[in-house]
């Protein structure tokens, strides 16, 4: 769809044709919904946008004359190692090969492949129609070139691509949300506060300072620029951080007391799940507008 909406003609391939049908119906009840609501992406019709994409059961005829390829398949490393590997087989030396990847790295995805340099993790935000983030990460070899071209169409589509310099795991995102989750989950193991008191905290608190800025500028701004809160606050900060505890478990008790406090405010069935999904990115859409609106260039 992202791709779509910037006039691009896409093709989906999968090894089972019912996933690509289904797939096409959800992308025109997804767009129809858009265009209702006037969140549709792009300068082209939603008619316009879903004549470009079609399915294909055939992966060389779905890569033929591409010149970005994006693996979407489940996080299995073997998996898409055997995917890369037949496109390996069969692209140019233009093409560049894309995953999606949230965690794997560069270096095992792409090891002994003949087209490398054409290598690169590009990992969205899910869901991405609405979270426009993307990780680019790259292969120890790839090429610079790669990531420029990364770069260029991500922002072309309208997503926010930031650079990875060098391989790490977990990514930035994800170490991120780990180093959050970790305490989160050690505040209420603990019996520091309730697990919907921790949420609040985040969705009252943290977050909405985040939605707009990062961490570092939050700094920069509580003070009188960051020399000055590093002055200021940065024995208090290292008096708490030596009290974090060691990484949890996920497992056990904790696991009962948060699952019970989520199931009462979302039960875990399919169709209470998909309305809450639902109201989150119908949030995030809403967001999404306010920030174009409002976030200085």
């Known amino acids: 769809m992202l791709f779509a909406s910037g006039g691009f003609k896409v093709k989906l391939y999968d090894i089972e ?3 690509i049908t289904n797939a096409l119906e959800n992308i025109r009840k997804e767009m129809k919904l858009l265009e209702q609501s006037g969140s549709l992406k792009g300068a082209l019709s ?10 294909c059961s055939n992966i060389a005829e779905a890569v033929e004359g591409a010149m970005h390829i994006q693996e979407c398949v489940p996080e299995n490393l073997e998996l898409k190692k055997k995917i890369f ?16 990847s949230s965690c794997l790295l560069p ?24 979270v426009p983030l993307v990780e680019l990460i790259p292969h120890p070899e790839t090429a610079p070139a790669t990531v ?37 989950w050690r505040l209420v193991e603990e019996g520091v506060v309730s697990p919907s008191d921790l949420d609040l905290v985040m969705s009252d608190g943290l977050g909405m300072r985040y939605a707009f800025i990062g961490p570092l500028e939050t700094m920069h701004l509580n003070a009188e620029g960051m020399v000055n809160y590093c002055d200021r606050y940065s024995e208090g900060m290292k008096r708490v951080l030596k009290t974090f505890g060691p990484i949890p478990e996920f497992s056990g008790a904790t696991v009962e007391k948060v699952n019970q406090a989520m199931c009462s405010k ?25 920030k174009s609106q409002e976030q200085p260039q």
């Open 17 to 19: 044709q019912q996933q």
């Open 46 to 55: 939603m008619e316009q946008q879903l004549s470009l994409i079609s399915g």
């Open 85 to 100: 590997s037949q496109l390996d087989r069969i692209v140019d030396d233009r093409v560049i090969l894309s995953s999606s």
């Open 107 to 130: 270096s095992k995805l792409f090891a002994g492949l003949i087209h490398v340099k054409q290598c690169i993790v590009a990992h969205p935000v899910n869901p991405p129609y609405y």
């Open 148 to 184: 420029d071209r990364t770069h260029a169409l991500m922002k072309k589509i309208g997503q926010s691509p930031v650079r990875v310099l060098k391989e790490i795991d977990g990514f930035i995102l994800n170490r991120l949300q780990y180093a959050v989750i970790s305490e989160a």
């Open 266 to 290: 979302v039960p875990n069935d399919p169709g209470h799940l998909a309305a809450r999904r639902q109201w989150r990115d119908d949030c995030l859409m809403r967001l999404a507008k306010l």
